[in-house]
């Protein structure tokens, strides 16, 4: 199976699409740009899911469901949200279908034209302020901390499964305050859920930090992201937060009554990550054999194969292991397919990115060990069945570790302080994370991306703690004074 | 606030539209017959999903996400479901907005429209089953046991939240088998599961059976169907299993190769169930004062109240009982705000339907006792604080047994066996079921209609074991011959 995938040294983008592919995460759809998430890929974002709701709910917000279609007038409501944002959405215009005349099958009814158009939410800001304002009257309404996972889509010209899509599945905070302060601060707290979600979980090491008005979501006074670096050094935004002002509520006229009864348009946040986390998480841990997965987010952790196959006496031992797993909140599956080989099978778990393999026979049997394999450093060792659930449960937590430090180690490793112009361009023309002073001005980022199609990844909240901060400097391109540092990556 | 409701004697359906509304479970948008799921009719929604994704995962089932839109010509494939099918539905034409010439706003781009429309899905076969055609090539491959949780879109015209709405959300299982028995077999347990589903949790008793071939999904070889009693003695179709045949393999080209090494067309089924259940939910149990619900699908199981307010004696006593009433998990919420008078929560509590209200007050305090509310049958007692949380878990098992058994009186009294067209036309005047021959014809199933507005709902997999079993018959209408009886009632 292995031998199906191309290696990463030869064609990186086509290594993605076969890892994607080969292990069963998602296949393309008749519809462009539209993909089918198979149910192993699903599986992942079941966890991903499952684990930020978690945290959402932890942070007093709570679910509910908007409309999938807005309508057309409302995009044009927000001055900066309608220049900004892309307009390659889909458009309904007609609602009903009928037979065609010729027998030839189904045609668009003319008669069933729409009086407004409707668009499929690209997002969901407009129609959720729409309903805000019959819900928020009075400071006792507020704050108002909604989330919503649902499916969105933008008629994107170039796709890749999971990376960019026109159908995507995310899901979006929508928060309501009473104050700047609280929604500044509400922004940056999910900010900092994204960080350690993505970081605990995922095992991917984050910059975070602030987009730059050019780079800024249509329609907000700050967004905040989260960015990390793939294995090609390219950056790969993953998240991001955003303090939206006032502006949806002035677009929308959402206004509430302060305590000294006096009227004020409502501040808001929002906020989302998407499937594209998925392509984060295949693109950072895996290797030339596969998908390598953090078991923290592996709907299979462990698995077991008898070698070369199953027997009463394996049987029980195997089935005494599995229940001390299990037992330890450990997901396990014993292979006893009897028309598959070994081999094979550990190609295929390989392929699937399952963390700990255990495989067993009669000689192991007869020795008490077990052979361990790890998928992230493909080390295999034998180990005393003499506790060995005890041994899978540290070594899931050291995969867990490890995968984060190879990756942060790679980051930090490809993360340059450059001061010139020449030094700057090395670093994005051999890929990597250039952090460097900027003039601030919109003109010398354009620039930039003209001259080598990086573009601005974040301003840091705070210096890189791994460079010695040097304060204020002068802009790489332009020589005009910088206040700080920012990171510049060629990006996903 | 319960003055606000209008009453079931005096409006049975504005009842309705004003416990949705006034219990905060969902609200109107601008989008024509779109509703906005408000966060605490989701939140029962979640419990709803959570309980299924769960039986449906034990039953080996797993979930995967399919496009939301789908090629106009893929509709047209299967004869009967493009014949029988809602061709009411949304179409995507244009995939871009412009500005607006005049500055006005944006309006569609007319350079960007589609070569060939898309529908956004009122179900999923056809973009599923031209997928199984990909993965499904050997008998290995089989059985594909697939669900999808997705919104849906029918352009219906008369809408009313969650009962018929434009867009809704549901669950969609899609599975492929290589018999006959074997697709049959899942079917049918799936209707099972429902049954129990919706009978254990939900508190709703049902009729299951078979649907009339008219009656039968556009597509299907048999429709099995789950069908409750409203109060108003209406039928609501709640779930349906559907048994495909090969239709859909058939019209996708969608074979395997058998252990023989024989092409062979693949056996489907298709089933589901939506947020329409949220319906039938409020409906069933609701009363004038508002919404009731079963405990296991209550957000929040118990209120806890203090008379006239808190002070530290009863702060700490409270907080005991919630200590207790979480480790037996059950949810539970202290209600402290000053800003409101006790009778005003109660009334709050008891719109949003919380099984048991909790009081306690200074001089129950003193006594050693407190006051429990519950409110399905709205009594109150005075219990003692020893053992209060064992009190309340048996309570909430009693509502929930309690709810199940009212609904089940009331559906029993209101089924009849009819054997006279005056009875028959007398029952479905007055509402109720009628149990009643029918010669199996859908000229005879559509005057049946013509004349009363009722319709088939279904023909029971076995007897109702109420009555004593007359085998065959005669049809109430046409006097032909008829093997067995079937339900007839007016529906939502």
Chains 1, 2 share one sequence.
Not at 358 to 382: C, H, M, W
Not at 386 to 412: C, P
């Amino acid at each position: 199976m292995a031998k199906e995938i191309t290696s990463r040294s030869e064609d990186y983008s086509q290594w993605y699409l076969d890892i994607v592919n080969k292990a069963g995460l998602s296949s393309n759809s008749k519809v462009r740009g539209c993909m089918v998430i198979k149910p192993y890929g699903f599986a992942i974002w079941e966890k991903i899911k499952a684990d930020l709701d978690r945290r959402f709910k932890e942070t007093g917000h709570v679910n509910a469901y908007f409309p999938l279609l807005i309508p057309k007038s409302f995009l044009s409501k927000e001055a900066d949200h309608v220049e900004g944002f892309a307009k390659e959405c889909a458009v309904v215009t007609h609602h009903r279908l009928m037979n065609a005349p010729d027998g030839s099958g189904v045609v668009v009814d003319p008669s069933a034209r729409l009086e407004e158009e409707l668009i499929i939410r690209p997002t969901s800001e407009t129609i959720i302020w729409d309903t805000y304002k019959d819900w928020i009257h009075s400071y006792r309404d507020l704050p108002l901390l909604i989330n919503q996972w649902a499916n969105v889509m933008r008629w994107e010209m170039r796709t890749r499964p999971f990376l960019r899509t026109a159908e995507f599945l995310w899901q979006e905070g929508h928060t309501a305050h009473a104050t700047r302060k609280e929604a500044e601060a509400e922004a940056v707290m999910i900010l900092e859920l994204y960080r350690s979600f993505v970081e605990d979980i995922m095992a991917i090491p984050l910059y975070t930090g602030e987009k730059t008005a050019h780079e800024r979501f249509a329609g907000a006074d700050k967004t905040y992201t989260i960015e990390a670096m793939m294995q090609d050094g390219k950056a790969l935004q993953s998240g991001t937060s955003h303090f939206l002002g006032q502006n949806f509520a002035k677009a929308f006229d959402v206004t509430f009554l302060n305590e000294h009864n006096k009227s004020e348009h409502v501040w808001a946040t929002s906020w989302g990550v998407s499937t594209r986390l998925m392509g984060a998480l295949i693109m950072m841990h895996s290797d030339d054999e596969g998908l390598v997965l953090p078991p923290k987010l592996a709907p299979l952790q462990v698995v077991i194969i008898p070698v070369p196959k199953a027997n009463d006496e394996i049987n029980k031992v195997v089935e005494q292991i599995m229940d001390e797993l299990k037992s330890k909140g450990i997901s396990v599956k014993y292979d006893t397919d009897r028309k598959k080989r070994p081999g094979f099978k550990f190609a295929q778990y390989e392929m699937e990115g399952v963390p700990v393999r255990l495989a067993i026979g009669k000689r192991d049997l007869a020795n008490g060990v077990i052979e361990v394999a790890r998928r992230d450093t493909k080390e295999k060792s034998s180990v005393p069945l003499e506790g060995i659930s005890t041994y899978v449960e540290q070594l899931l937590e050291d995969i867990q570790q490890h995968l984060f430090d190879r990756a942060k180690k790679f980051r930090d490793g490809n993360t340059f302080k450059v001061d010139s112009w020449e030094a700057f361009e090395s670093v994005i023309e051999k890929g990597g994370f250039a952090y460097c002073h900027w003039d601030g001005s919109t003109e010398t980022e354009l620039k930039i991306k003209e001259l080598t199609k990086a573009t601005s990844r974040c301003i840091p909240l705070s210096p890189l703690p791994q460079f010695e901060d040097d304060g204020e400097g002068t802009c790489i391109l332009s020589g005009k004074p910088s206040k700080r540092r920012i990171i510049f990556a060629k990006a996903y």
